[in-house]
């Protein structure tokens, strides 16, 4: 089998920071469990405040991944309204932050071939956030509600280095926020308890870099947007 330069392992961390993609179609290989056990303890040694290492990891696979999908679709489909347990975004957008999430929603949608005006498509490849967009892989992060601002914070390192650690391997995955608003449906699945809050999902597994929604790179801003170099 060949492989892509997307798909080889990375040996920098420079490799896997720039390689580090959020990708949204994966093939069914499967991911043996002992990697995603090697990755997972490998990330733990992400930095925490007073070293408290504030995370929870639900790993899905075969069964226990197609039950959560099942409940969490099964809620999409319903009707039921997104309502996370913590707010992720403003309750309005302003800029410079209004126009980089435009373009984002703008450049996978023209790559789907789906215009402003075709709704049903649009939702449509928002439910495959809920298949975890094919992975054979899925991660549910949980933290205790009892803590604060920080651990948050910390657990945004961890986070980070699971898919850094995942390119290192040659795998992908996709950061997801849109499981944190269908925690009842999760709780149905799994056994998250009523002090934990969930916080993400991640899809993990190799990436399908033929389809066109994994063809999206996005834009970063240049540094003089957002660095001041203070003078002596």
Known sequence: M????????????????????????????????????????????????????????????DGSLQRTISEVQSDVD????????EKYYPDTFFEPYLSRRRTVGIGLYQLLGLSRDNREGMAAQHRRNFQFFDAPVGLIFTIDRRLNTGSWLDYGMFLQNIMLLAREHGLHSCPQAAFCGYHRALRRALPI????????????????????????V???????????????
Not at 78 to 85: C, K, P, R
Not at 197 to 211: R, S
């Open 78 to 85: 319903a009707g039921v309204s997104f309502e996370a347990e």
């Open 193 to 216: 308890t009523d002090d934990e809050t969930v916080v993400c999902g991640l899809a993990l597994g190799h990436a399908d870099l033929n389809d066109p929604a994994n063809q999206l």
């Open 2 to 61: 060949n492989f892509t330069a997307d798909e080889l392992p990375t040996h920098t961390v420079s490799e896997a920071i720039t390689s580090r993609r959020s990708l949204r179609a994966f093939h069914d290989t499967p991911v043996p469990e002992d990697l995603v056990k090697r990755i997972l303890e490998t990330a733990s040694r992400a930095p925490s405040g007073t070293n408290m290492q504030p995370w929870q990891v639900y790993v899905l696979r």
């Open 218 to 232: 996005t834009e970063r801003a240049p540094l003089d947007q957002w660095v001041t170099f203070v003078a002596d």
